[in-house]
């Protein structure tokens, strides 16, 4: 696992107060595992990286696959504490937190395509699974699974039109330490306030790294142009009529 032992000496460098941090050589899926930690207490920003997954999964029930090592393959128990209405836009902090921490190495400027992947020049280089366990009225904890495309050079021909890798976007050799380590401390950064406080104090960050702005979509009740993420993390999308629609979740495509 060349690349990822360096992950707790990086996190020391940015200074990042994490709880537990497990580097796993094979498991079933990131996920799993760190619901299973916290369900035994992990605490916050307890982080669970593997090299490689036998039951990696995606949204809506698609599996994830990627080859060993060429990846980041990772979960994040996160002890948010707010009402389950707060959830949703967590997801785009997760995905504005992938964008900062690959900006640095790639050569174009990653975005954030609502309401759960992240693009380099429209293909997909990373994807969130955002699990929560609910108790009562709050959230008790939050797992955020993150797959990042890193080393991969070429994809199986049913998606290399659509995904991507760091690795195709950089001039160096991509380091998943240093990126995980980047991406947590985005993530601690930002996740908590807002989960307190709402998308407001970082959506002026979520609309400058908007993917689908301008864009013409399809999602799921119909298709339209995108103008902007709102303050709730909705999408709004101009209907061919102006009305304006605001969608909540779902998945989106382009219209080319
Ligand atoms: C998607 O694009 O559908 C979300 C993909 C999420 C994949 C990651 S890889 C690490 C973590 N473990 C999983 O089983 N899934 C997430």
Redesign the pocket.
């Known amino acids: 696992m060349h690349d990822l032992k360096d992950l707790r000496a990086e996190l020391e460098t940015l200074g990042v107060a994490v709880g537990q941090v497990e580097l796993l050589d094979e498991t ?5 595992v760190a619901k299973r930690a916290a369900k035994l207490g992990a605490p916050h920003l307890s982080i669970f990286v ?1 090299d490689s ?1 036998t ?6 029930g ?1 599996a ?1 696959t ?1 080859a060993r090592g060429e ?5 994040v128990v996160l002890r948010v504490d707010c009402p389950p209405a707060r959830l949703p836009p967590l997801s785009l902090v997760a995905g504005l937190a992938v964008c900062e921490a690959l900006a640095p190495v790639v050569d174009v400027e990653p975005r954030i395509k609502w309401p ?2 992240v693009w380099l020049e429209q293909k ?1 280089v ?4 955002v699990e929560a366990s609910i108790v009562g009225a709050k959230v008790d904890s939050l797992v955020v ?3 990042i495309n890193v080393h991969t050079r070429a994809f199986p021909a049913e998606i290399e039109a659509i995904a991507t890798s760091v690795a195709l976007h950089s001039a160096t050799q991509p380091d998943r330490a240093s990126i995980v380590a980047r991406l947590v401390q985005a993530l601690d950064r930002d996740v908590v306030p807002v989960a307190r406080h709402g998308l407001g104090l970082v959506h002026a960050r979520i609309e400058q790294h908007d993917a689908l702005r301008g864009s013409r979509v399809r999602g799921e009740t119909g298709e339209g142009t995108a103008e902007g993420i709102d303050a709730e993390g909705r999408l709004r999308i101009r209907l061919a009529d102006g009305t304006l629609q605001r969608w909540v979740a779902g998945e989106v495509n382009l219209l080319k």
Do not use: F
């Open positions: 079933t899926s990131t996920n799993d593997a997954q039951a990696g999964r995606g949204r809506q698609r994830w990627s990846s980041i393959l990772m979960s759960n992947d997909k990373a994807g969130i699974l699974g993150i797959g």
